[in-house]
């Protein structure tokens, strides 16, 4: 089984920073992608950013400058920086991953506010 452990949420104010890790065990061989999503009340979940094997980055427009995603592969995390933070970033952030299936870490809670 594949398990995803997120970090690092919390409030902060507007123009804050935070940093999110995802540490991801058990029978890991090969990550294709990993990436983090959010989801805000009543909203839809949505892609914030990922980061391939390889190295290479996409990231959501509303995020592009702000955030950085990154990656360790011999731990097996992945990470996102995240700047300049503003209160439509309110969410639950969650980390994912795709081997041969995609999974899913529980979510952790970011809250952007005064």
């Known amino acids: 089984q594949v398990q995803l452990v997120e970090s690092g949420g919390g409030l902060v104010q507007p123009g804050g920073s935070l940093r999110l890790s995802c540490a991801a065990s058990g029978n890991i061989f090969s990550i294709n992608v990993m990436g983090w999503y959010r989801q805000a009340p009543g909203k839809q979940r949505e892609l914030v950013a990922q980061?391939?094997?390889?190295?290479?980055?996409n990231y959501a427009d509303s995020v592009k400058g702000r955030f950085t995603i990154s990656r360790d592969n011999a731990k097996n995390t992945v990470y996102l920086q995240m700047n300049s933070l503003k209160p439509e970033d309110t969410a639950v952030y969650y980390c994912s991953l795709v081997i041969s299936s995609r999974y899913w870490g529980q979510g952790t809670q970011v809250t952007v506010s005064s």
């Open positions: 980061i391939t094997s390889g190295g290479i980055t």
